[in-house]
């Protein structure tokens, strides 16, 4: 089953701007992914915060977790037209291997 | 360095037919991961393999569908008698040593049409 659900499922903004998305999960994590797809391609992987950091920056990407909300926020800063494409948060569950379960994904469609 | 390759790019197969796809993981990855997508949606883990071993099939439906990553070359997943419902684009991912903090690595995917 999957893990958990991101809001919103769609975004569309304009160039420059910020773009925030969330991702809830159900159970207790080792760490949460962010990875992005582009139309038609496979998966990306942006960043990885373990259970025990709070936020985490690389380049315009900052990732926040917090784990006793089981909540996690991607931010885009000065977004791009490259940036369009749909970003997955995944997590590593209990079971100790690096089996990863993904949310459903966020469209993200940045206008130039 | 290559990444995880998959093929075929596209597979068509009309109902009753047998489907095989290929992953080749990174080199220096002993650990197999495939999932299937739908569209409009997530990723749904599927099963996860090292070499020659099923670690967790936990995703796999448990008839027509089986999956193998022997000694030599690649890892197969195949779909037997495939219907219409089994049309989505399938990813494999691979990792160094599957432990809990690695990064996947994904191939582009292969997507399957069945008519």
């Known amino acids: 089953s999957q893990q958990g659900e991101e809001d919103p499922q769609a975004l569309s903004i304009q160039e420059g701007e910020n773009a925030t998305m969330n991702c809830s999960y159900k159970t207790s994590i080792n760490n949460l992914q962010w990875y992005r797809q582009n139309s038609g391609r496979g998966l990306v992987h942006l960043i990885l915060?373990?259970?025990?950091?709070r936020e985490k920056h690389s380049g315009r990407l900052r990732v926040t977790l917090d784990t006793s909300k089981k909540s996690s926020s991607l931010l885009i800063t000065a977004s791009r037209a490259a940036d369009t494409a749909s970003y997955f948060c995944?997590?590593?569950?209990?079971?100790?291997?690096?089996?990863?379960?993904f949310g459903q994904g966020t469209t993200l469609q940045v206008k130039p | 360095n290559a990444g995880v390759m998959q093929n075929p790019r596209h597979l068509v197969r009309r109902r009753g037919q047998e489907a095989r796809l290929r992953c080749s993981p990174m080199?220096?990855?002993?650990?197999v991961y495939w999932y299937r997508q739908l569209p409009e949606e997530g990723l749904k883990f599927m099963v996860y393999?090292?070499?020659?071993?099923?670690?967790?099939e936990s995703g796999m439906p448990k008839e027509r569908f089986s999956a193998e990553f022997p000694k030599e070359g690649p890892s197969i997943l195949r779909i037997q008698q495939v219907v219409r419902g089994d049309s989505a684009a399938y990813f494999c991912?691979?990792?160094?040593?599957?432990?809990?903090?690695?990064?996947?690595?994904f191939g582009s995917g292969t997507q399957l049409s069945v008519l």
């Open positions: 991912a691979s990792s160094p040593t599957g432990t809990v903090n690695e990064k996947l690595f």
């Open positions: 393999l090292q070499k020659e071993n099923i670690i967790d």
């Open positions: 915060i373990r259970s025990n950091e």
């Open positions: 080199k220096g990855h002993s650990h």
């Open positions: 995944a997590t590593i569950g209990s079971s100790n291997t690096g089996k990863l379960i």
